[in-house]
């Protein structure tokens, strides 16, 4: 279950946060103590940290001086997070790498990227998710029983109806 991705400069500034699973709120401020424990600390080789119930997992993208984090479960693991920073990272930057490149954050328009977010996160999602195996169709047979003849039965003398006599 992820709850929170969030994009942010190296001086802090906050370009883009979601916030997910309404039904839990999440305590605290992970994503502030990530900055103030881990990044600013310069333990930035790490690539995960946790935090209570929760972890959390970051890449930078050093020539834009970004950082991609995203805040999800520790029960439940949400497993295709790497691949979700990747995939978020390498399409965020295609689309607004150039103007932040520039450093003229007033020029951006982030409104359109949340319903890509979500499009994203719900591909890295189902592709992450073991498929069943696909259902063979089982094949139909007919079953063919031998014919058996059913015995005649014998009846008794006089239970035959005979011919009347004509009048």
Same mark, same amino acid.
């Given at each position: 279950?992820?709850?929170?991705? *969030?994009?942010?400069?190296?001086?802090? =500034? %906050?370009?883009?946060?979601?916030?997910?699973?309404?039904?839990?709120?999440?305590?605290?401020?992970? =994503?502030?103590?990530? %900055?103030?424990?881990?990044?600013?600390?310069?333990? !930035?080789? &790490?690539?995960?940290?946790? *935090?209570?119930?929760?972890? =959390?997992?970051?890449?930078? !993208?050093?020539?834009?001086?970004?950082?991609?984090? %995203?805040?999800?479960?520790?029960?439940?693991? &949400?497993?295709? &997070?790497?691949?979700?920073?990747?995939?978020?990272?390498?399409?965020?930057?295609?689309?607004? $790498?150039?103007?932040?490149?520039?450093?003229?954050?007033?020029?951006?328009?982030?409104?359109?990227?949340?319903?890509?977010?979500?499009?994203?996160?719900?591909?890295?999602?189902? !592709?992450?998710?073991?498929?069943?195996?696909?259902?063979?169709?089982?094949?139909?047979?007919? %079953?063919?029983?031998?014919?058996?003849?059913?015995?005649?039965?014998?009846?008794?003398? $006089?239970?035959?109806?005979?011919?009347?006599?004509?009048?």
């Amino acid at each position: 279950m992820i709850y929170q991705f *969030c994009i942010f400069d190296r001086g802090g =500034m %906050v370009l883009w946060m979601g916030k997910f699973e309404q039904l839990t709120k999440v305590s605290g401020s992970p =994503m502030d103590l990530l %900055v103030r424990s881990v990044l600013l600390e310069d333990r !930035a080789a &790490a690539t995960n940290f946790a *935090c209570r119930d929760y972890l =959390m997992e970051w890449k930078f !993208a050093n020539e834009y001086g970004l950082v991609f984090a %995203v805040l999800y479960s520790r029960i439940y693991k &949400a497993h295709y &997070a790497g691949q979700l920073l990747e995939t978020v990272k390498t399409d965020f930057l295609s689309q607004y $790498g150039e103007t932040i490149k520039g450093g003229d954050y007033d020029k951006l328009d982030l409104s359109p990227f949340s319903s890509t977010f979500r499009i994203i996160w719900k591909r890295v999602e189902a !592709a992450s998710n073991p498929k069943p195996p696909e259902a063979k169709p089982v094949e139909q047979r007919r %079953v063919v029983r031998p014919i058996t003849e059913t015995p005649v039965l014998a009846k008794p003398i $006089g239970s035959t109806p005979q011919a009347q006599p004509a009048i």
